[in-house]
């Protein structure tokens, strides 16, 4: 009994391994022939993928091609009379800007610190997103069209009938003539400028700028954060004219007191439409932009030109403005003749954020400010990108 006992149990254990044996071959056989499947599988996936990389890099090849062949019937003359090529270039944004008019908007930039402007995008071409991170930088450049120059419908003319100039007057140099590409003329071959700004704050699609020497309503093709390390260039070399820095500065700027009240009452209606706090802030920028001499050359000879044209029995010269060299060239000019020819006097008007502001300038360079009144531009300002809109960010 105990010998058949004993085989039972090995015959047991022997068909239990048996048994184990065959399910590990049949389970080994099965994950064998999944593995084979799956090899199988990823080989014709990878063979697909091949094929739709090598479709996509075709279609790419043939897009470059396509996209080559649009550019150039894109930029070739468009006119057998007018050999221009053109390029796909359109303001993304305008400048709504403390300078309402060219009188008075600053040769250069950062000249007036408290010159602000709001640079608003069309949110069509520029998501707002497109402005994230611009407000780690302190300053920024702007390029921009020249859309107020005189002679802008002539640049649309065969060159020969453009009459454009190659040298334009230089006011530091009192009316001396340079070559074009040798200054900061707006009047050039194509009307784009160049400009830096300070970035005070970005909201939405929207930048608040200071320091700008921007008119109002000028179209911005582009923007780029200012870079200290590559922009700025310690050795750079100027000509000698551009090292007299006070060449073009005033002797002094006093305020009336009819311009102080004049100003409280004019602000009651200006306030809701301006870039600035107070009246007493604005004053401050009228005496940032009438520290520099705004006026073009012609205007700063007109009283003396107008005292000898008197003296010699002819009539007075034109107030108009003939200097269309810079940006300062289309002041209002009025002439006040009292009895005696001494006491003839030049009051100039400028226009900051809709309101007129009149001074005088005497021979000792001395600027009287006068009076400030509303002005018809006031009208058409929004006032949907004034102080309060920034008031949180600039505090």
């Known amino acids: 009994m105990i010998s058949e006992a004993r085989w039972l149990a090995v015959t047991t254990i022997t068909l239990t391994t048996l048994s184990a044996a065959i399910s590990i071959s049949i389970s080994a056989y099965i994950f064998n022939r999944k593995c084979n499947a799956l090899k199988s599988k990823i080989h014709e996936l990878e063979l697909s993928l091949k094929s739709c990389s090598d479709n996509c890099a075709s279609e790419r090849q043939g897009r470059i ?14 006119s057998e009379n007018l050999n221009l090529t053109y390029y796909p270039m359109i303001p ?57 120059n005189t002679n802008l ?11 454009f100039k190659a040298k334009v007057r230089v006011p530091r140099l009192k009316g001396g003539k340079i070559g074009v590409f040798g200054t900061r003329s707006p009047h050039r071959p194509c009307p784009i400028g160049l400009t830096v700004a300070k970035v005070e704050a970005v909201q939405g699609n929207m930048i608040l700028l200071s320091g700008v020497d921007l008119v109002d309503g000028t179209p911005v093709l582009d923007v780029k954060p200012y870079l200290p390390y590559c922009d700025s260039i310690q050795e750079a070399a100027v000509p000698n004219w551009l090292m007299e820095d006070n060449l073009l500065s005033v002797a ?16 009651i209606t200006a306030e809701k439409k301006s870039l ?10 009228v005496m940032q932009v009438l520290s520099w001499d705004i006026r073009s050359l012609s205007q700063r000879n007109r009283p003396r030109d107008a005292i000898r044209k008197k003296e010699k029995g002819q009539l007075l010269c034109d107030t108009s403005d003939v200097d269309d060299e810079h940006l300062g060239e289309t002041a209002i000019v009025h002439e006040r003749e009292q009895n005696s020819l001494n006491s003839m006097e030049v009051v100039y008007h400028l226009i900051l954020e809709g309101l007129d502001v009149s001074y005088r300038i005497d021979h000792d360079g001395n ?27 600039l505090q």
């Open 153 to 163: 419908e002539k640049l649309w003319k065969h060159p020969s009938q453009s009459g």
């Open 367 to 393: 600027v009287i400010v006068e009076k400030v009144s509303t002005s018809a531009v006031l009208d058409n300002k929004l006032d949907s990108y004034n102080y309060l809109t920034w008031k949180d960010k």
């Open 92 to 148: 993304i944004g305008t400048i709504h800007s403390c300078f309402s008019t060219r009188n008075g908007t600053p040769r250069q930039p950062l000249l007036v610190p408290l010159a602000r402007a709001c640079l608003v995008f069309n949110t069509s071409r520029v998501p707002p997103a497109s402005l994230e991170g611009l407000a780690e930088y302190s300053h920024c450049w702007i390029i921009y069209v020249f859309h107020l």
């Open 276 to 285: 600035y706090a107070s009246p007493g802030e604005f004053q401050s920028l």
């Open 252 to 267: 002094s700027v006093s305020f009336s007191e009819e311009f102080i009240s004049s100003l409280e009452s004019c602000w």
């Open 65 to 78: 091609r396509a996209q080559q062949m649009l550019r150039k019937q894109l930029t070739q003359p468009k």
